[in-house]
């Protein structure tokens, strides 16, 4: 009897995991699509998504997240994964091998659409722990990219168009955290050597016809720091705007917005929302702003860029495109 039970309930193990693996064909992906307009732009352009202020071991709306962006990274054939920051909460990792690797990004992230590149910035709270591991992990993983706390990529697409990404570790550069003992870890970097290497980086490829920064700290917001945003953008914002740098890319605030300040170039967007959410509201430059769990999806080609924002119900919520400034370079 002992081992029918036992047989029994290895059956219905193994009949779980297969269901769990079944659900992952053609037919699921069809049935589960987001419904957009835009789907002829996204096929003929280099696609992203973004997420950040997700690492809450699947709490919150942290899975229903996950699952919708493995949707969206089969429907829209994504490239990459990019992350705003504050990937593991409350403290940051402690090391490689911490536990929360597994249950707040493998386990989570497991769709096999979202084994594509994964390209990290860190937050104010991955500096509450081991921030070293977070660039480490980089050599044990396949996914996982943090190859410095600040980096860059170029990419020429194949209409001829070339994007810059500038990946920025926002919390050094943050006079915010200056007497701020939480995180003053943050303040033993050097932020003059990074402010020299974005300058380096922004005249090197001022040709680009696409620029973008993805950081931590959003300069502009329209959740719940919003006027709290004045130190971080005194020291990003005239250089970035100098370049006319096409988009920015924050999390920290647990919402999706899009910010356009009056007679400024640059056009914002937080996407921390990959867990938790919090209120926002509308301001004199705010596009775009809702109390949401979600993600940001990012279509580029030489004629527009396209950015939506996908709830976890997998519903496009908002979408808005950026025309280039700059004609490709030959």
Not at 15 to 20: E, H, N, P, R
Request: glycine residues 6%.
């Amino acid at each position: 009897m002992k081992i029918q039970v036992l047989w029994g309930v290895a059956c219905l193990a193994f009949s779980a995991a297969s269901l769990a693996t079944d659900v992952y064909n053609e037919a699921y992906y069809q049935q589960h699509t987001i419904a957009t307009a835009h789907q002829q732009v996204a096929d003929k352009s280099w696609n992203w998504l973004v997420v950040g202020d997700w690492g809450r071991n699947g709490h919150f709306a942290q899975r229903d997240v996950a699952r919708w962006m493995d949707i969206a990274a089969y429907q829209f054939d994504a490239d990459m994964i990019v992350s705003t920051g504050d990937n593991f909460y409350d403290n940051g990792i402690a090391s490689i091998d911490d536990p929360f690797w597994q249950t707040s990004f493998e386990q989570i992230y497991h769709g096999p659409h979202l084994f594509k590149d994964w390209y990290v910035v860190l937050g104010n709270h991955d500096y509450r722990g081991n921030w070293q591991a977070q660039i480490e992990y980089s050599a044990k993983s396949r996914r996982w990219n943090m190859p410095a706390q600040y980096y860059s990529m170029m990419k020429t697409l194949k209409d001829g168009a070339t994007v810059h990404l500038l990946f920025l570790d926002t919390s050094p550069l943050n006079p915010d955290y200056q007497h701020d003992t939480k995180y003053a870890e943050t303040q033993e970097q050097d932020a003059t050597a990074q402010l020299t290497w974005l300058h380096q980086q922004l005249e090197e490829h001022k040709d680009a016809t696409w620029t973008f920064v993805i950081a931590h700290h959003p300069l502009y917001s329209s959740g719940k720091r919003y006027g709290k945003n004045d130190a971080i953008r005194s020291v990003l914002e005239p250089l970035l705007e100098q370049y006319q740098v096409d988009a920015y890319f924050a999390g920290h605030e647990h919402d999706l917005q899009h910010n356009q300040p009056m007679g400024k170039h640059m056009a914002h967007f937080v996407s921390g929302a990959g867990s938790e959410v919090r209120p926002t509201g509308q301001h004199e430059f705010t596009r775009f702003a809702a109390s949401s769990a979600g993600f940001a999806a990012v279509s580029i080609n030489a004629l527009e860029t396209l950015i939506q924002f996908i709830d976890d119900h997998g519903k496009v919520i908002y979408h808005y495109s950026l025309q280039p400034h700059k004609g490709i370079t030959q």
